[in-house]
């Protein structure tokens, strides 16, 4: 599976920017899909999950309601939709796949295959 994350890029505090993640692969394998983050001086930490069906979906309580995952599978994308950016947003954003989704893996551990990250900036 490899996975091709996009979208990145500045924008004004309060704008809105959405990133898009391409797999390839056999679709089992990622029937799961995720957005991490990794601000300098920090550990990567996990963003939004979707099921494979769209129904499943996870955030980090600092991105829910700003933030909307979700995923086109004739496509074989997912999305992530930001909102209400704030200098705190900004970070390389990962997209990761895994081949099992339960609303509890929000660990990198969980996650099998990576993305090669898109850097988002937030400033005026």
């Known amino acids: 599976v490899q996975l091709q994350a996009s979208g990145g890029g500045l924008v004004q505090p309060g704008g809105s920017l959405r990133l898009s993640c391409v797999a390839s692969g056999r679709a089992f394998d990622w029937s799961s899909m995720s957005w991490f983050r990794q601000a300098p001086g920090k550990e990567r930490e996990f963003v939004a999950s979707i099921s494979y069906s769209g129904r499943g979906t996870r955030y980090a309580d600092s991105v829910k309601d700003r933030f909307t995952i979700s995923r086109d599978n004739a496509k074989n994308t997912a999305y992530l939709q930001m909102g209400s950016l704030s200098p705190d947003d900004a970070a390389v954003y990962y997209c990761?796949?895994?081949?099992?989704?339960?609303?509890?893996?929000?660990?990198?551990?969980?996650?099998?295959?990576w993305g090669q990250g898109t850097l988002v900036t937030v400033s005026s």
């Open positions: 990761a796949a895994s081949s099992i989704w339960t609303a509890d893996r929000t660990s990198e551990n969980d996650y099998d295959y």
